[in-house]
């Protein structure tokens, strides 16, 4: 017999023997109380003794076997299921458990990136978020204006509870948006469906813009630039993208705004003095005034 047991849980293992439907709500067999949840997310089925089918039901978020986002896939006693924020361990009941079948496999799964390992974060450009800088250290990373999002979102009014998570493949990151009311964008397109992330994208979720960057992109054309003062102009397609600037501070934005706001106020009074003076000869010539 096998079960499903919940990693970073109080919920008690769950003995399956046939078929089980995972999910947020009833009729799922197994659920998970998780707003980035499909109510019948995904489905386990018996394959042969040793091994299960699992397939995705055309969730929102995906299904994740460890760590890659499948849409049907073999499970093994020791594989590690992700549906939503929940880890799921296939184990063998009376046998070894997962963790010493597939140690290698979950100890990779649950460590941090390494150094020389590509490491992402979100650049805030616009919103109230108190954090500038977020890295993205989680394999999922759910964003919303709940406040059990990993990135929440509370006083952003035009951001649903569940707004839409970033996924990380390997060296690779994905956005999908969870149902959003107001959906999610990418450079300032609306994403439909799961959208590949790249260094220097922009990322619009409610009232935020942030900026994806991640470590090194500069000088290994993959992978948080150097300092910078400038967000640079979005890639064309096709083109590297560039720096984005991550460790700037504050103060450097609040500069090159301010900046801007001073040259728009220069060419405003040269505009009116121009005006005035046109007004001035229209009306000596008319005869309306007299030197």
Do not use: C
Not at 76 to 86: H, L, N, S
Not at 134 to 143: D, Y
């Amino acid at each position: 017999m096998f079960r499903l047991v919940y990693q970073n849980s109080d919920v008690a293992p769950r003995v399956i023997a046939s078929a089980v439907i995972i999910g947020r709500k009833s009729p799922a067999d197994v659920l998970i109380a998780d707003p980035t949840v499909s109510a019948s997310h995904a489905k386990l089925s018996p394959r042969d003794e040793d091994t299960w089918t699992l397939e995705d039901l055309k969730s929102t978020a995906g299904t994740f076997l460890n760590g890659r986002r499948v849409s049907q896939a073999v499970v093994r006693p020791g594989d590690i299921i992700t549906v939503g924020k929940q880890n799921l361990v296939l184990e063998m009941t009376g046998g070894p458990s997962g963790t010493d079948l597939m140690l290698g496999v979950a100890t990779m799964y649950a460590a941090p990136p390494v150094a020389d390992e590509p490491q992402a974060a979100l650049v805030l450009l616009e919103g109230s978020l108190p954090e500038r800088v977020t890295t993205l250290k989680k394999e999922i990373t759910s964003i919303g204006r709940a406040g059990d999002n990993v990135i929440a979102l509370p006083n952003d009014t035009k951001a649903s509870s569940s707004h839409a998570i970033i996924m990380r493949a390997g060296t690779k990151w994905f956005i999908t948006d969870t149902g959003s009311v107001n959906g999610t964008k990418v450079n300032g397109q609306r994403i439909a469906g799961e959208t590949a992330l790249v260094h220097g994208y922009k990322v619009g979720i409610g009232e935020h813009l942030f900026q994806f960057v991640v470590k090194g992109a500069e000088e290994s054309e993959q992978t948080v630039p150097a300092p910078t003062k400038e967000v640079p102009a979005l890639p064309e397609k096709g083109a590297a993208a560039p720096p984005a600037g991550l460790f700037e501070s504050q103060a450097d934005w609040r500069d090159t705004e301010k900046g801007k706001s001073n040259a728009k106020l220069v060419w405003v009074l040269v505009g009116l003095i121009g005006l005035l003076t046109a007004l001035a000869v229209l009306l000596f010539l008319t005869g309306a005034i007299k030197l």
